[in-house]
């Protein structure tokens, strides 16, 4: 048997790297799934490779409803939602604070941090009724980043809407302690998914060289593995993990211990 067998896990961003590794993690252990990304025609293929039943529902997350529909569609397909992965992100140019455009700054925010707000407004008015109706509400984990943690040079209003995912993750996660839903959020460093690859490819140096720079201050010096991402969100979400609710659990090759 599997940890999640039967449970219902929604999860955002997932043709992406980490939600595409969540995605196939999850049905591993026998969750059905409802994936939403942006691009309709990457999601369908993809959730052909994925051994669960799916259902998936195109969309942009910086818009409400899309929230709505997904806690929708996960209730009409399964009958209720167990887990929801807030994945969906974007990142903005690597430059200095005054050199990110004022139209590449809402984007971010829009997305990064609206769109987990959105999210988790109607995700956790659905677990709390379950909880209400029998006693099993359900568990939210949000894909924040250890620019949430910290400060993060030439990244900063990406590391603004990071910073405010985990104020959302602590702040419900306070609210519904006693109401059935958990709410954590992981903050991984440097991941090898296409963020990282188009930071190489856009730096015009070697990738081992661009890798170097990546990971000058991570202790490990090596980016993240997606596998050891996905294993920390399924730690969150793993219902054995009952005591756990409002944090944020680092993935950061020791960045926090310096």
């Known amino acids: 048997m599997g940890r999640f067998d039967g449970a219902t896990v929604l999860i955002t961003g997932a043709t992406g790297g980490l939600g ?9 252990e026998g969750a059905r799934l409802v994936l939403s990304d942006l691009d309709e025609t990457a999601l369908r293929d993809f959730a052909t490779t994925v051994e669960a039943e799916c259902a ?3 969309g942009n997350i910086a818009e409400e409803r899309l929230s709505e529909d997904l806690v929708g569609l996960a209730v009409e397909k399964f009958g209720r939602l167990d887990i929801a992965v807030n994945n969906a992100g974007i990142v903005h140019s690597f430059v200095r604070l005054p050199q990110v455009t004022s139209e590449e700054a809402r984007r971010v925010l829009e997305v990064d941090l609206l769109g987990v707000f959105y999210a988790m407004k109607h995700q956790i008015q659905r677990m709390e009724r379950q909880y209400k109706e029998n006693g099993k509400g359900g568990v939210i984990v949000n894909v924040a980043s250890v620019a949430g943690l910290s400060g993060a040079p ?7 809407a990071k910073h405010g995912v985990i104020g959302l993750t602590r702040s419900a996660a306070a609210e519904y302690a ?8 992981v903050c991984p460093a440097h991941t090898r998914t296409a963020m990282v690859d188009g930071f ?17 201050g991570v202790p490990m010096k090596r980016v993240g593995e997606v596998d050891e991402i996905t294993t920390g969100i399924l730690f969150l979400a793993d219902p054995a993990n009952s005591f756990m609710t409002g944090h944020a659990l680092a993935l950061d090759g020791g960045i926090g211990a310096v």
């Open 178 to 185: 006693t109401k059935g839903v958990r709410i954590n959020a």
């Open 20 to 28: 595409s590794g969540a995605a196939k993690a999850f049905a591993a």
């Open 154 to 160: 030439k990244l900063s209003v990406y590391a603004a």
């Open 56 to 58: 998936i529902l195109a």
């Open 200 to 216: 190489v490819r856009s730096s015009g140096a070697a990738e081992a060289d661009a890798l170097a720079e990546l990971t000058r």
